[in-house]
């Protein structure tokens, strides 16, 4: 129990969160065709961490999220520039974007020799989840003691405040999304501003992945801002309980992902104390549950299909 | 109270379109527009493909930018008064497979009646319901728009725009890829809107049937070529205007009838 408490509750508690943080934002990214953003933003925060790095010298957090989000505005506004200039799709200039982006990162990272401190490829990818140890957390009284609740990983009160953040945004822009996402031209002449709800979107998936970059890297994130949306989008065709589903495949591929990941390829016969990374095993839960919805989702048809004139 | 120096034509408007201009890339898609749609009429916009007429709306109700040009609804600057205007944007300019029901979607129709921390409750159910009733869709409420027909599509977006209660509605080709009924139908209710004293403005392909729906048109071809009354402005010398020449004697002789040509700008 005391094990557990230290090594695996915080990892746990901060890959759910972020895990349904994301997959909430994810939900309208799917609806807009827009899933590639959340790729883009959070292949653009390592970038902008080894600048950060090399002009402070520091791991802070702030400056790391600092220079994060400059490389994510630049990245939005580099998109918007190849698109219009040009002329190709928004979908063709955030390829273009976030890969060249990605590999500046990694040959400024090689370069700079940064790798010696804890700032490696590896870390950008798969995140240290594991590392989130709560070293207080000796036993249940912990979770009431406020000496040691002080003593538990920042990452974990990030990824609460970005969860706050989202839901707060969600429930207070519920219309203007939906409007937004269905019709942007009605929700123009209705005042709902929706290029103004678009930005602020894009500005929390970039908030959200940031955070999350530093405690789970950007594979969780990416997988999260697509897989269990995608998946609930088989699921239903309401938007409410699409939500509720993308919500419940987060968290199942969080928690299973998790497991599977520290104890899981014992169990499946790969030998004992076999271990992979958490953040890697998480996003192939989530892929798996992408592919069970496709193959077995009850809405898996396009309705439209039966559209005529 | 709005501008006294304006014409009272204007005041009286529930759209009146000043020295519009759009321009995409330098190049101008609408140019110097003016254009005042008398109140308690059905009034059309035509004019051959790329006139600009989608681009014309879009720009006066805001969603698209404008170069230059003021829209006044009752002497007031649009943007104090887009509570009096619905609009009925383009049927295929959306995703159908969006995850809602017929209902959810007239209910986009209540977005300004609605804060953030409000649900929408019964009697907003009610206003849906009678606008679906009213375009002959209330059987549909909760079937899933992906499910719909071209001709339903466009009758649960008129009934978005009717529960909207405006002054003035704007609709971009509601004909366009539905059927005869449909047609009929759509028509019907717009006339019942006319004769509640409110004003209709439609973007329109069909140009034989333009004097039997449409007391006023604009003949629009990036300029405005003529408006007015359909009996004056509907006739051969503005129509050749607007479509460059390209419509045929036997085309024209059709459109035009037996009206004489009074001429009017």
Redesign the interface.
Known sequence: MSDFMMFSLVPLTVAVIISMTCALLGNFLV?RRQSLIGDAISHVALPGIVVSFVLTGTLASTAMMLGAGVSALVTVVMIELIRRLGRVEASAAMGVVFTSLFALGVLLLEWHGASGVHLDVEHALYGNLESLIWFDGTGPAALVDPVALADLPPQLGRAAWVGLLVVAFL?????HL??G???P??A?????HPALVDLLLVTLVAIAAIAAFEAVGSIIVIAMFICPAAAA?LM????GR?IAWSQLFAVVSAVLGYLLAGHGLGWLGFGFDVSVSAAGMIATVAGLILLAACLAGPRRQ???A???? | MPDPRLAREVIASPFAIQGLTVSYDHRPVVHSVDFVVPPGSMTAIVGPNGAGKSSLL?AA???TRRLTGEVRVFGRPIEQM?RH???V?QRN?????????VI??VA??L??D?R?WQFSGRDHRRRAMESLGRVGMEAFADR?I??????Q?QRVFLA?ALV?EADLTILDEPFA???AATETAIVEVLKSLRDEGRTLLCVHHDLSTVRDYFDHVLLLNVRRIAAGPVAEVFVERHLQATYGGRLSPVQLARLVGSAAEVGGR
């Open positions: 609806l429930v207070v822009f519920r219309r939906v409007l996402s269905f019709d031209d009605f123009a002449s209705v005042r709902a989008r239903t065709n309401r938007l699409q396009r309705t439209g039966a559209t005529g004139t | 879009k109700l805001g969603i887009s205007v619905a609009f944007p300019s959306v995703d159908w497979d969006f995850p809602a029901r959810d979607v986009m129709g977005f300004r609605l953030w899933q992906g499910q719909l027909s071209g001709g599509q978005r909207q890829g539905v059927d």
